[in-house]
Structures are given as structure tokens and as C-alpha cells.
């Protein structure tokens, strides 16, 4: 079964410094989607993505994070001047179309640590 | 805005038993999907089961059922003949129509015991 990939599982990065998060969507799905989830809380919404631009975005997904769609198979997350509150699982997910009736199949995650 | 209310932040179920998890849910929108996901300890989102808002019939996928009531806004989750391999945190999520948007409950921790 077609899965979404997401690398790395496990990223550490020092506090200030930019990270790159990975996503290989469902070869053919359209959308795509990035959340996140802070060690014990629930999943929250950042952004979803869709013919190369972004089509809704959370009030945390600021001036900090940027999404990019670099070729036809890659979708990424680029998180800027890292911060410690930004330590949390990142999962990345796809859907073929965009009725609500549509799930969305996540990834296995990134966890991020910021020290 | 649209919510989601899981109130059973833990369970523990005896091997082989049925079990419930609740999931209450708050919008003003008219049509929307409702969703069930299953994250092990390994960490991954899995997808379960969804609920249309306009389904006449609960939806059925294995021994994943859901109890939908749209008069009380419910859609929990019933898991039969539990197995060790349920143990997981499931959490409960809504999507409504003209959004992209899941919103997640935040998820009860079912332990399956043997």
C-alpha cells in the first residue's frame, strides 16, 4: 500500500540554526498538509498545500516557516531560526482530492529536538 | 470553529473485550467528516474509519465501528474483540466542509491488557 515518507525520523538542531523537514507524499495525491505535535499534546494543523501554493495556514504557521514543493515528488517544511518551544513530532500528509470526505494519510513523522 | 472533546484521557480494557472511546464534537457547519486515527508508541498517525456528517448508516471498516449521533454531536469509536496490538493513543478528528483542516481531539490512551 502507498505510504507517505518522511525524513528524517529524528532531527536535532541547535536553537537559532534553520532546519529542513521531508516529505514524499502519495504519488497521486494533490494535497498536502503539515502538523504538528508537541510531546504529549494533541496534533495541530499548520499548513496545507495544494498546485504550488499555499491554500489555508494556522496563526503558527508565521514568518518562521515556509513550504516548498522543490520537484514532483518532494514536499518540504523549512523552519527558520529555530526555537526551543518549536521542539515537537512534525507529520507531513497527503489526500488525493479535497472533499471532506477525503482522509488524510500522515507519515511516520519527524521528531524535532532543539537544544 | 469547529472542536473535538475526547473526555477519557486513559483506558484499560481487558484482551478480547469490546471497548468504547468517546469523542464529542462542536461545529455550525452542516456538512463535515469525522475521522479516527491510531497512534501507536512507535509514533506514526494511522487513518481507521470516518463518519460523514450525511451518512445515514455508522461506518464499519473490520472490527472498527463508529456510533455516530448527530443529534448529540458523538462519534465514538468502538473497537471489538480487542487485541494486545489496540494499545495505542486514538484520537478523534473533524474536518468541516470548504476547510483543509483536521482538527484533533485530544486522544485517549487505550491499554489492552492480557
Known amino acids: 500500500e502507498p505510504e507517505v515518507t518522511q525524513t528524517p525520523s529524528h532531527q536535532v538542531t541547535q536553537m537559532g540554526q534553520e532546519v529542513i523537514l521531508r516529505c514524499v507524499p502519495i504519488s497521486n495525491h494533490l494535497y498536502f498538509y503539515w502538523y504538528r505535535q508537541i510531546l504529549g499534546q494533541k496534533v495541530e494543523f499548520l499548513v496545507s498545500?495544494?498546485?504550488?501554493?499555499?491554500?489555508?495556514k494556522s496563526e503558527i504557521f508565521d514568518d518562521q516557516f515556509s513550504v516548498e514543493r522543490p520537484d514532483g515528488s518532494n514536499f518540504t517544511l523549512k523552519i527558520r531560526s529555530t526555537k526551543l518551544e518549536d521542539s515537537a513530532m512534525y507529520f507531513c500528509?497527503?489526500?488525493?482530492?479535497?472533499?471532506?470526505?477525503?482522509?488524510?494519510?500522515f507519515g511516520d513523522g519527524t521528531r524535532l529536538s532543539i537544544l | 470553529a469547529q472542536k473535538i472533546t475526547q473526555t477519557q484521557p486513559g483506558m484499560f480494557v481487558q484482551e478480547k473485550e469490546a471497548v468504547t472511546l468517546d469523542c464529542t464534537y462542536d461545529?455550525?457547519?452542516?456538512?463535515?467528516?469525522l475521522f479516527w486515527y491510531k497512534q501507536p508508541s512507535s509514533g506514526e498517525m494511522i487513518f481507521l474509519i470516518y463518519q460523514g456528517s450525511y451518512d445515514e448508516q455508522n461506518a464499519t471498516e473490520g472490527r472498527y465501528s463508529l456510533n455516530f449521533q448527530k443529534a448529540r454531536k458523538s462519534a465514538n469509536l468502538v473497537i471489538s474483540a480487542s487485541q494486545l496490538g489496540d494499545s495505542a493513543m486514538y484520537f478523534c478528528a473533524m474536518r468541516a466542509q470548504g476547510a483543509q483542516k483536521l482538527v484533533f481531539g485530544q486522544g485517549t490512551r487505550l491499554t489492552i491488557n492480557p
Open positions: 500528509a497527503s489526500s488525493e482530492e479535497w472533499t471532506v470526505n477525503q482522509p488524510q494519510h
Open positions: 498545500f495544494y498546485n504550488n501554493e499555499i491554500s489555508e
Open positions: 461545529t455550525s457547519d452542516q456538512s463535515y467528516g
